[in-house]
């Protein structure tokens, strides 16, 4: 734990003059709201995406809820499951990729909570689509770690004609925009890089297709929600984000996706410059889409603020599946939205 939360200290306090320069935002921008309202969510359209630990958490919750969904889109993240638990396996084999990941043990996990109930049935997976996103300069989680996650994707049964990649452009370990952040090679903070590629409009356009041009993002209809009662769990407390589309709010059928940040990206560190500035919410806009950004606050063993992909708070056994505190909490934001969920 202690190497990589030392690591990202390291690159977080080389990287807080550059946050300065970027104007870093406050996190009470927007209204402060207690409850969230229901809306008009369209049957078959939640979908997930994230980067990083985020990006391992949007599988985890993608295989777990996959009745519930229709695809994801995944930056510098890898296989369900991956760290099985473990620290050491998490850097080893789900980042630095030193040795492959064990994708017939982990197998045999899903199998097993497949079975028990704890996730649904891998065979909705055949529905999904997804977008894999990893960069030549990304030394933090491998590209070979993202190409074993396309090879799982497969095992479960997502044909290969859903899977858009890109492993081509030369970026760092980030979420990838075109128009905002850290030159495309870098890798620090806020981990959003300016790449001449438009991951929103990737992500958005892999899993619900005929994506209209994007427009300006309302600052009003970004709403903050309390991350209390069945919406909190380990280390997610604090405020959460939804951007709700203007037609959305008048009651027009809206589509749900979930996006989850990486470590360090969380608003009690980086404020709302995660959640204004990937791109995501001029593309809702514009699409009916109602976006959620659910946040980790950071803590004792979570320095960092990340999703729990390793089993971080040593607690929550079932990190990975239906029962987990932080997947079951993320659900339940869902089916507050007026998603089904099942
Ligand atoms: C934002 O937060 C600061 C400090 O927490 C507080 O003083 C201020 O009143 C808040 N502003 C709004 C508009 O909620
Ligand atoms: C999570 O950590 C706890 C405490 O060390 C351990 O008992 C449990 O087996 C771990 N769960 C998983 C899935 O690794
Ligand atoms: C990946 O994105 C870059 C930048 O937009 C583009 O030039 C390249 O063709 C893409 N590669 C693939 C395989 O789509
Ligand atoms: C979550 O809490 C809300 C409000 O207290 C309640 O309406 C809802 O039934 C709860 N959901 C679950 C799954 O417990």
């Known amino acids: 734990m202690n190497k990589l939360i030392t690591l990202f200290a390291v690159v977080f306090l080389a990287a807080v003059t550059f946050a300065g320069r970027i104007e870093l935002r406050g996190p009470n921008k927007s209204s402060p709201l207690t409850k969230l309202n229901k809306y008009n969510i369209a049957q078959d359209s939640v979908s ?10 949007a599988v985890q919750f993608q295989v777990a809820y996959s009745k519930s969904l229709v695809g994801a889109g995944i930056f510098a993240a890898g296989p369900y499951y991956c760290a099985q638990g473990s620290l050491m396996t998490a850097e080893e084999q789900c980042m630095a990729g030193f040795a492959n990941v064990d994708l017939n043990t982990i197998q045999s996990t899903i199998t097993q909570y497949q079975s028990q109930g704890l996730i649904d049935s891998t065979s909705n997976l055949a529905r999904h689509k997804v977008f894999l996103y990893s960069g030549t300069f990304d030394y933090t989680v491998k590209q070979s770690v993202v190409q074993q996650l396309a090879t799982q994707y497969q095992q479960l049964g ?5 899977i858009v990649t890109n492993f081509t452009v030369a970026s760092g370990h980030a979420w990838i925009t075109n128009n905002y952040g850290s030159l495309c090679y870098l890798t620090m903070t806020p981990y959003i890089n300016n790449c001449n590629l438009d991951g929103a409009y990737q992500v958005l356009n892999t899993i619900y297709g005929y994506i209209k041009p994007k427009k300006e993002a309302i600052a009003a209809n970004l709403i903050t929600f309390e991350q209390t009662g069945n919406f909190s769990a380990n280390y997610m407390t ?9 037609s959305c709010q008048r009651g027009v059928s809206c589509r749900l996706h979930v996006v989850f940040h990486g470590c360090e990206q969380g608003a009690s560190i980086l404020g709302t410059t995660f959640v204004e500035n990937i791109g995501m919410n001029e593309y809702a806009e514009s699409n009916n889409i109602i976006m ?10 979570n320095e960092a603020g990340c999703f ?20 079951k909490a993320v659900a339940n934001i869902l089916a507050a939205l007026g998603a089904k969920v099942y």
Do not use: E, H, R
């Open 48 to 57: 997930v995406s994230g980067v990083s630990a985020g990006g391992f958490f």
């Open 158 to 162: 997502i044909p290969q004609k859903n």
């Open 238 to 246: 604090g405020n959460g984000y939804v951007y709700v589309p203007s």
């Open 292 to 301: 959620v950004y659910p946040q980790v606050t950071t803590g004792l063993l």
């Open 308 to 327: 729990d992909w390793i089993n971080f708070s040593y607690t929550d056994s079932n990190y990975a599946n239906k029962q987990g505190g932080q997947m």
